[in-house]
């Protein structure tokens, strides 16, 4: 899971003491100078800067000058001298993740949002991530808990936990998260009776499971989920999760499937019969045209025989007659009437036949191509691919249930 050879770029970095300034907290229209902005030039070309009025972006689309973006709206377009635009989009956890300086493998929306809809993710609540990695989930668990949750995020790489520490507060959000440069594996997260959720995305979850259980608040019931690339990953966690008393232990796989959103007619009774009364007027016109084909044929081979018989005739000794030839020769020569029509065909004019059966074809057609757009009625329709490749992740799930025993002081789910 943890890709160390990739090189981290640093983020650009938004200053975010001003109270205007703390995009992924606090929604602001116009942009002005210091503030981080999403460009979109597509669905695949995106990318962040941090407005410097000084200075100039540059990409395929040509260059923009960071002095025009000021003073604009999030959401308007910039144009480059070359004539091409790009949007200026303000930043929320869903498009910095699409961003974001990849320092690890990352979590994207597909498991960030079933994570978090499973954790009960609310305003208030107080959780544990680990480990931070390249911040990617850190932003959406900080929106979900704000404004007055907590994130406590552990991650034992020290330059990763020095860059996500900077973003956060360079995003304006590092009164909701607390990094820890820590070994929570080898040192657990040294929190008691203090969350309501805990994330593990590591790669021996199992070893945090004990330390775990200990940081949820000992008085209510708290959710764990653990996040991992391979089933036997999953088997050792189940196992750790189940020793140590967690219960609902369930796991889910988590595919990506894309939906494709399409308009295609709707008929309506009207055009339903019309292009049914088509289709039976192309395909008696198709008939037709077929049964020419085969006269056309059939009077083909008869001349042709005609020609060969008057050919052969002085050829013949007198005591043989045409009768008396070969009766299979015969049978091959004569014109069937339809039985192998098709052989008929493959035999016959070439020059002709396809041509013929080229003009019937393109009549049956015609039939679907009659209506016009006005006739038609259309409705909104989604199409699945076939197959779903997109394996994402193995996401384990499991309740901390209160010790009944020891209290009688416990509390529903918040
Ligand atoms: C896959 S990344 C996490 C990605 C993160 N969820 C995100 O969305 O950006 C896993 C991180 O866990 C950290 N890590 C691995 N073992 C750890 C441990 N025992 N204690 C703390 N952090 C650990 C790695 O350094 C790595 O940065």
Redesign the pocket.
Known sequence: ???DHVAAVPAPVADASHPSRAPFFRYKDVIEEGDLVITYLSQDLMSSIVIDATKTCNNKYGSFSHKDMIGKKYGSKVISKNGKFMHLLFPTPELWTLVLPH?????YQPDISFISSYLDLTPGKKMI??????????HSIARSLAPNGHLYS????EN?FKQASAEFKSHGIDHLVTVQH?????NGFGLNDEVNAVFL????PW??VGSAKAAFKQNIVGKLCS?SPCIEQVQRTCLALSEHGFTDIIMFEVLVRNHNLRSEPLPTIQTAIQRHANQIAAKDEHEAKKQELRKLQHQQQQQQQQQQQQQQQPELEPSQSPSGSPPSKRARTTAPESDDMKTEIAAGDESQAPQVAAEATAETDLSLRKLTVEELHFRHVTRTPETCRGHTSYLTFATFMPDLSETNDVKPVE
């Open positions: 899971m943890e890709v320092r690890t493998q990352i979590l991530e680990s480990g931070t990695g390249s911040g990617s989930f850190s552990f991650e034992y790489h990763r820590r070994d929570v594996c080898a995305d590591l790669p021996s070893e945090a996040f």
